[in-house]
């Protein structure tokens, strides 16, 4: 049959969202090998921080061997400066590591989404592609293996100023409704509500077709 591409290899879909002093990002639970489904617990999401999170798309091999990198490149931040990157510094940090290897990319799309403490806990969403090359958002960000539906939901049900447990359920609902016109992406999903004083990780029950 066709080949499939390496970054539809495993399937995915990420959504990170900015509330009112608060940000939220959820990944989807499936695994699967192009069609074949492998597992439905494969979290695509990665704790940087307590105010921190990213989540990784694409190839879960790749995925797997930037988080450690990021984890490594985070500790030896804070052994030298003695404090957490703030989501811009992370994500500029991301983006170089992936532009490092342009030439025989990592094949994953990062999302980040945090709260920065200089700027008032102000949330930040960052994402970009393969070779690193950066785009913020003032609402939403999606990545997946159609991440054009991801999309759709959002921009439908996204409105400015959400408190955590309004952008919880929006966040919820983009991803339920919008994996849906995925095949390769949904089988439950797990959505994380980071503010100032906590964070929230919640798995929700989805579709298992």
């Not at 940090?93 to 980040?112: C, D, H, N, Q, W």
Request: net charge negative; with cysteine; charged share 20%.
């Amino acid at each position: 049959g066709e080949a499939m591409s390496i970054q539809t290899y495993n399937g995915a879909a990420i959504i990170a969202m900015s509330g009112q002093e608060c940000v939220a990002i959820a990944s989807d639970l499936r695994f699967g090998v192009q069609n074949q489904t492998l597992a439905c617990d494969h979290k695509k999401v990665y704790r940087m921080h307590d105010r921190l999170y990213m989540g990784l798309s694409g190839l879960a091999t790749d995925a797997q061997t930037l988080y450690k990198r990021f984890v490594f490149k985070h500790n030896l931040y804070r052994l030298r400066e003695e404090r957490d990157m703030r989501p811009q510094t992370f994500a500029s940090m991301v983006s170089a590591t992936l532009y490092e290897k342009r030439f025989g990319p990592y094949f994953v799309e990062p999302v980040i989404a945090g709260l920065d403490p200089e700027e008032g806990h102000a949330p930040f969403i960052a994402g970009m592609d393969s070779l690193g090359a950066m785009e913020t958002a003032k609402d939403f960000m999606c990545a997946g293996t159609n991440s054009e539906s991801l999309l759709g939901v959002c921009e439908t049900f996204y409105r400015p100023g959400l408190g955590p447990e309004e952008l919880f359920e929006v966040i919820s609902q983009c991803m339920l409704s919008g994996v849906d016109r995925d095949a390769l992406a949904g089988w439950g999903a797990v959505v994380y509500v980071i503010s100032k004083d906590q964070c929230i990780a919640r798995t929700l029950k989805g579709r298992m077709d």
